[in-house]
């Protein structure tokens, strides 16, 4: 059959805002200079400054004694320290007047888009007094550190297939190769560091794995590699691939001596220091630390070892005596792009946000956006959002006050955001209780490691003879491992089955008849449980939520329709993390309808009109299903 004849209906249907902590380094990146040189005996203030690249710099052995109405960190293009400078957030990020400072180290930022090569100085600057109590100047040649391209890596005849585009040093423990090539049949190969000739005098680093072990096959891929100890590109001449059982170079790239490199220093090893009164473990990868202010604020970190496109949500649960989710009063924080973000929600279904119902920002539910001071770190693959609230914000429509007497019930989450900015259901979640008031007290250790997300494969439907006529319910998503993965794209955590199978591609002829049974579920009051089938060529859904102008070009071939609810639910929890494949996932869920079950019918004819893919999708809300 001619394939014009087919189509395919488918589903698609390191930043630092400021950090202090500790370290295990000799080197902390390029000087700029020393503060001590240009201070005003008054303060104190001491510290020497460095650039780690062209946006952040280590200040090392700061010291200040805090007796100044105001002090900012700050920074010009002028000739000398003035007011039309720009100020730069403290270690932790946050843009309130300077402590005093002990003999102290950190690593600052400046704001988004700022360029040290542009600046002529850094300074201690006093706003009241319009005056500077210290600064470095930066000389106008200073070329802040970078990564440095080592070349193609492979040999004129390729060993092994062994090849890469470009070898890059990132940082100092950091390297990368982009577009290696591999063939995996070496008896024992390695990443491979040395001095001299490469020969067998060398020695192994991790692989992109962070272990030691024999090179798998590498089929044109990005791969970053990071040397493991206190060791550093400093201490080599080359890295490369290497056999130890046949004694043979696979390829290498040579390392500049250091004094040719101009390179950022590892942070690695330099670790976030929790200075809140209190720290609490949630998870083996999320935390929250907390201060309990004089004047009835609190102010609350979340901490946790997540994905860049994740958020993490905090708060007082929907109930005084037991974790709920519904009726939940939470803060959801994030990356957004390199600026922190955290928004007040309130919990009030377990759907999506849509006409103020669901998982709703408070400004979306008749309430206000009552976190304030938003500031976010993310280093070394943990991240960092701080941010305030009063106890009792007198929003009594979005928030709940928080009790500094006795237990209080909290819940949290981590999930991920989607396009519009909005929280789509959690990956995870959990809830204890917590005394907010209690004496000072940590009980946090090291956030654990991300888990590797292997992602399911893609199930296909074809439309032949056999698959006239489709059934459609709706169904857990699976999560990162299933819909997140299979479409690359965000969703709320529910998904199209097709004929029993999770948001299979399908393909079907042109100028043939389908039918398609849906149960999506008709209570157009009820939002969680409402979802109109519709077949688009638009890749987003959610037509019902889309302005007018978004609607212009969003095409409906067929659709909606409703039918009553079946929904595919966890049989005994959720086991999308534990099951090896999408098949093997729909096991674990048995089906529940509404009573009478009555199915909706939809009729479709695909034509020479209609394009070659086309999505089926939910109308009522963006769940990109």
């Given at each position: 059959?001619?394939?014009?004849?087919?189509?395919?209906?488918?589903?698609?249907?390191?930043?630092?805002?400021?950090?202090?902590?500790?370290?295990?380094?000799?080197?902390?990146?390029?000087?700029?200079?020393?503060?001590?040189?240009?201070?005003?005996?008054?303060?104190?203030?001491?510290?020497?400054?460095?650039?780690?690249?062209?946006?952040?710099?280590?200040?090392r052995g700061?010291?200040?004694?805090?007796?100044?109405?105001?002090?900012?960190?700050?920074?010009?293009?002028?000739?000398?320290?003035?007011?039309?400078?720009?100020?730069?957030?403290?270690?932790?990020?946050?843009?309130?007047?300077?402590?005093?400072?002990?003999?102290?180290?950190?690593?600052?930022?400046?704001?988004?888009?700022?360029?040290?090569?542009?600046?002529?100085?850094?300074?201690?600057?006093?706003?009241?007094?319009?005056?500077?109590?210290?600064?470095?100047?930066?000389?106008t040649?200073?070329v802040p550190?970078?990564?440095?391209?080592?070349?193609?890596?492979?040999?004129?005849?390729?060993?092994?297939?062994?090849?890469?585009?470009?070898?890059?040093?990132?940082?100092?423990?950091?390297?990368?190769?982009?577009?290696?090539?591999?063939?995996?049949r070496?008896?024992a190969?390695?990443?491979?560091?040395?001095?001299?000739?490469?020969?067998?005098?060398?020695?192994?680093?991790?692989?992109?794995?962070?272990?030691?072990?024999?090179?798998?096959?590498?089929?044109?891929?990005?791969?970053?590699?990071?040397?493991?100890?206190?060791r550093?590109?400093?201490?080599?001449?080359?890295?490369?691939?290497?056999?130890?059982?046949?004694?043979?170079?696979?390829?290498?790239?040579?390392?500049?001596?250091?004094?040719?490199?101009?390179?950022?220093?590892?942070?690695?090893?330099?670790?976030?220091?929790?200075?809140?009164?209190?720290?609490?473990?949630?998870?083996?990868?999320?935390?929250?630390?907390?201060?309990?202010?004089?004047?009835?604020?609190?102010?609350?970190?979340?901490?946790?070892?997540?994905?860049?496109?994740?958020?993490?949500?905090?708060?007082?649960?929907?109930?005084?005596?037991?974790?709920?989710m519904?009726?939940?009063d939470?803060?959801?924080?994030?990356?957004?792009?390199?600026?922190?973000?955290?928004?007040?929600?309130?919990?009030?279904?377990?759907?999506?946000?849509?006409?103020?119902?669901?998982?709703c920002?408070?400004?979306?539910?008749?309430?206000?956006?009552?976190?304030?001071?938003?500031?976010?770190?993310?280093?070394?693959?943990?991240?960092?959002?701080?941010?305030?609230?009063?106890?009792?914000?007198?929003?009594?429509?979005?928030?709940?006050?928080?009790?500094?007497?006795?237990?209080?019930?909290?819940?949290?989450?981590?999930?991920?955001?989607?396009?519009?900015?909005?929280?789509?259901?959690h990956?995870?979640?959990?809830?204890?209780?917590?005394?907010?008031?209690?004496?000072?007290?940590?009980?946090?250790?090291?956030l654990?490691?991300?888990?590797?997300?292997?992602?399911?494969?893609?199930?296909?439907?074809?439309?032949?003879?056999?698959?006239?006529?489709?059934?459609?319910?709706?169904?857990?998503s699976?999560?990162?491992?299933?819909?997140?993965?299979?479409?690359?794209?965000?969703?709320?955590?529910?998904?199209?089955?097709?004929n029993?199978?999770?948001?299979?591609?399908?393909?079907?002829?042109?100028?043939?008849?389908?039918?398609?049974?849906v149960?999506?579920?008709?209570?157009?009051?009820?939002?969680?449980?409402?979802?109109?089938?519709?077949?688009t060529?638009?890749?987003?859904?959610?037509?019902?939520?889309?302005?007018?102008?978004?609607?212009?070009?969003?095409?409906?071939?067929?659709?909606?329709?409703n039918?009553?609810?079946?929904?595919?639910n966890?049989?005994?929890?959720?086991?999308?993390?534990?099951?090896?494949?999408?098949?093997?996932?729909?096991?674990?869920?048995?089906?529940?309808?509404?009573s009478?079950?009555?199915?909706?019918?939809?009729?479709?004819?695909?034509?020479?009109?209609?394009?070659?893919?086309?999505?089926y999708?939910?109308?009522?809300?963006?769940?990109?299903?």
């Amino acid at each position: 059959m001619a394939c014009t004849n087919l189509f395919i209906l488918e589903f698609i249907v390191l930043l630092i805002s400021g950090v202090k902590g500790q370290e295990a380094v000799d080197y902390f990146g390029k000087e700029i200079g020393d503060f001590g040189q240009q201070s005003t005996p008054s303060y104190d203030i001491q510290g020497t400054v460095y650039a780690i690249n062209d946006n952040k710099l280590w200040l090392r052995g700061f010291t200040y004694n805090g007796n100044a109405p105001d002090a900012y960190f700050w920074a010009g293009t002028s000739t000398s320290p003035d007011d039309t400078g720009s100020l730069i957030p403290d270690e932790i990020g946050r843009t309130a007047t300077l402590r005093a400072y002990d003999n102290e180290n950190f690593i600052i930022s400046l704001p988004p888009g700022g360029d040290i090569s542009e600046l002529k100085w850094i300074a201690v600057w006093s706003q009241s007094q319009s005056m500077s109590f210290a600064h470095v100047n930066i000389a106008t040649s200073f070329v802040p550190p970078s990564t440095h391209n080592l070349g193609h890596l492979g040999f004129d005849r390729l060993v092994h297939d062994t090849e890469a585009d470009s070898v890059e040093i990132i940082d100092t423990q950091t390297v990368k190769f982009y577009n290696l090539k591999y063939d995996g049949r070496g008896p024992a190969a390695y990443f491979w560091v040395g001095t001299g000739s490469v020969s067998a005098s060398g020695s192994r680093i991790p692989d992109e794995t962070g272990r030691i072990k024999v090179l798998r096959k590498y089929t044109g891929e990005d791969i970053t590699v990071q040397f493991d100890g206190d060791r550093t590109v400093f201490s080599y001449g080359y890295i490369g691939l290497w056999c130890e059982a046949a004694r043979q170079n696979f390829g290498h790239v040579e390392i500049p001596n250091r004094n040719q490199l101009n390179v950022p220093p590892s942070l690695e090893n330099f670790e976030l220091v929790d200075e809140y009164d209190n720290c609490e473990e949630l998870d083996e990868r999320l935390q929250v630390s907390w201060t309990v202010r004089d004047d009835d604020v609190i102010d609350i970190q979340l901490r946790g070892r997540v994905n860049v496109n994740d958020y993490m949500a905090f708060g007082l649960s929907g109930s005084t005596t037991s974790t709920l989710m519904v009726g939940a009063d939470v803060t959801v924080a994030w990356f957004d792009g390199n600026i922190g973000r955290a928004q007040d929600y309130k919990l009030t279904a377990y759907a999506q946000c849509s006409g103020g119902s669901g998982a709703c920002p408070d400004t979306e539910v008749g309430a206000v956006n009552d976190v304030d001071d938003a500031s976010a770190v993310l280093l070394n693959g943990v991240t960092s959002i701080a941010f305030s609230r009063k106890l009792d914000t007198g929003d009594s429509v979005g928030d709940k006050v928080i009790s500094t007497t006795g237990s209080t019930q909290i819940v949290w989450s981590i999930g991920q955001i989607n396009a519009d900015r909005l929280a789509v259901r959690h990956i995870e979640r959990g809830g204890m209780s917590l005394s907010f008031g209690r004496s000072p007290s940590k009980s946090c250790s090291s956030l654990g490691d991300l888990d590797e997300v292997n992602g399911w494969k893609e199930l296909r439907l074809i439309g032949d003879e056999d698959n006239m006529e489709l059934t459609a319910v709706i169904g857990q998503s699976g999560g990162e491992r299933g819909y997140t993965s299979i479409t690359d794209n965000v969703g709320w955590g529910i998904s199209w089955y097709i004929n029993d199978m999770l948001i299979p591609r399908i393909y079907l002829k042109r100028n043939v008849n389908y039918t398609f049974n849906v149960l999506g579920g008709n209570d157009a009051s009820q939002s969680a449980s409402y979802h109109p089938f519709y077949i688009t060529n638009d890749k987003g859904g959610g037509y019902a939520s889309l302005t007018d102008m978004e609607k212009v070009n969003h095409v409906i071939y067929a659709g909606p329709v409703n039918g009553t609810l079946c929904e595919l639910n966890d049989k005994n929890g959720d086991k999308s993390t534990t099951s090896t494949s999408a098949e093997a996932y729909r096991k674990t869920l048995e089906m529940q309808c509404a009573s009478p079950k009555e199915e909706a019918t939809l009729t479709w004819t695909p034509d020479a009109s209609t394009p070659d893919i086309v999505y089926y999708q939910v109308k009522n809300s963006l769940l990109q299903i």
